[in-house]
């Protein structure tokens, strides 16, 4: 089955305690990205990457890192976080990054609450 | 179930009735615009979408219309069920401004209550 995996799902964590959120794909889908979602605000893209080596930062980059070592994976990094980050994060990823719309699959959301 | 979706705009409709969803965008130079529809605990699944030369597009049971000259863009969904209920998403894509890769900018959403 075609499918975007993130994990955890759920994690509450202390400020500046670093922290992890894995991302893989099973369709061989070279652009990848990263967006968060709070209330109110819809989704805002933290980072993409074009492929494999090649990441850039999306709309909201400040305090996330990211890495593309192999295709199928692309773990986002909160190397100190900060409540500002409690939101829900979504992965994504599609074939290419000029795909069409409808080839961009949404993993099924990471909860994140820093105290 | 999440929390997105606690300070949205709810739409409540009767089970069987026709549910429209509007959205406005912001850039006139977008070239394509997609719904997207998340459940509660889920990523944002995509519906449908229509490009910018295009005023009307119509799927299964669904139909996206496009104003441009108000910058507006409406989600029609026809006899909606119960498992309509959710957040629906627009966001317009603007791939010429990113060089090329597709560049999401997402709405706000509005959550559809489906009532029996």
């Known amino acids: 089955e075609a499918q975007v995996t993130q994990n955890p799902r759920y994690l509450i964590t202390v400020t500046g305690k670093k922290l992890t959120v894995t991302c893989s794909q099973n369709m061989n889908h070279e652009y990848m990205s990263w967006y968060r979602q709070d209330p109110g605000l819809g989704l805002r893209q933290i980072y993409y990457?074009?492929?494999?080596?090649?990441?850039d930062k999306g709309d909201v980059p400040e305090g996330y890192k990211v890495s593309r070592k192999e295709k199928r994976n692309f773990p986002l990094i909160l190397e100190s976080p900060s409540p500002n980050q409690t939101s829900l994060y979504f992965c994504?990823?599609?074939?290419?990054?000029?795909?069409?719309?409808?080839?961009?699959?949404f993993g099924p959301g990471t909860r994140l609450t820093v105290l | 179930g999440e929390s997105v979706g606690l300070h949205l705009p709810t739409l409540s409709v009767q089970e069987g009735d026709n549910s429209i969803i509007n959205c406005a965008y912001s850039?006139?130079?977008?070239?394509?615009f997609i719904w997207y529809k998340q459940e509660s605990g889920k990523g944002p699944q995509f519906i449908i979408d229509i490009r910018s030369n295009m005023d009307k597009r119509q799927g299964q049971r669904v139909t996206v219309l496009l104003n441009k000259t108000v910058k507006h863009l409406s989600l029609q969904i026809a006899a909606t069920q119960p498992g309509d209920s959710a957040v629906y998403f627009c966001?317009?894509?603007?791939?010429?401004?990113?060089?090329?890769?597709?560049?999401?900018?997402f709405g706000a959403g509005t959550r559809l209550a489906v009532h029996p």
């Open positions: 850039n006139s130079a977008s070239d394509y």
């Open positions: 994504a990823s599609s074939p290419t990054a000029g795909g069409a719309p409808d080839t961009q699959y």
């Open positions: 966001a317009e894509n603007r791939s010429w401004f990113s060089g090329g890769y597709n560049k999401l900018i």
């Open positions: 990457s074009m492929n494999v080596e090649v990441t």
